[in-house]
């Protein structure tokens, strides 16, 4: 079965993969201090079994930094409208192990100021879904 590191990992590499990402970080190892190039941060949470897939809710926090203390909404803007396309439909693959399992975007949040990063964020949930069937 897929662990929530593994999850995360997966997120991260399709991320690296397609290039317009900026920095992606896992959450927990995020370098502290303002914030000085666009970064995109990966959450994973609490597993939620099902009768034939198990769902993980995933968040991918997209950063950008303040230009001279302004917000760069048009970065910002941009980065969440091509994630949100990159993940309109389900993207699959197979783990390690065998696992079968998709994901998708699930939701858009509005952009927020983080006054101690010097950025503003978005948050974009992905809902990631493991099949809970033996093959």
């Known amino acids: 079965m897929i662990s929530n590191a593994e999850i995360a990992l997966i997120l991260a590499d399709d991320l690296q993969a397609w290039g317009g990402a900026g920095r992606v970080c896992l959450y927990g190892a995020v370098p502290e ?10 959450h994973t949470g609490e ?3 099902g009768r034939f897939w198990e769902t993980v809710p995933a968040c991918l926090h997209l950063c950008v930094p303040d ?16 994630c949100a396309e990159r993940y309109a439909r389900y993207r699959v693959g197979r783990a390690a ?7 998708r975007l699930g939701a858009r949040a509005t952009p927020v100021a983080d006054t101690l990063l010097l950025c503003h964020y978005a948050r974009l949930d992905i809902v990631f879904e493991i099949l809970n069937v033996q093959h």
Not at 69 to 74: C, K, Q, S
Not at 97 to 103: E, I, L, N, Q
């Open 47 to 49: 597993r939620k079994r």
């Open 97 to 103: 192990d065998g696992s079968r399992y998709r994901f």
């Open 67 to 82: 230009v001279d203390g302004l917000a760069d909404l048009v970065r910002l803007q941009a980065l969440e409208a091509a």
């Open 33 to 42: 201090g303002p914030l000085g190039e666009t970064r995109i941060v990966i």
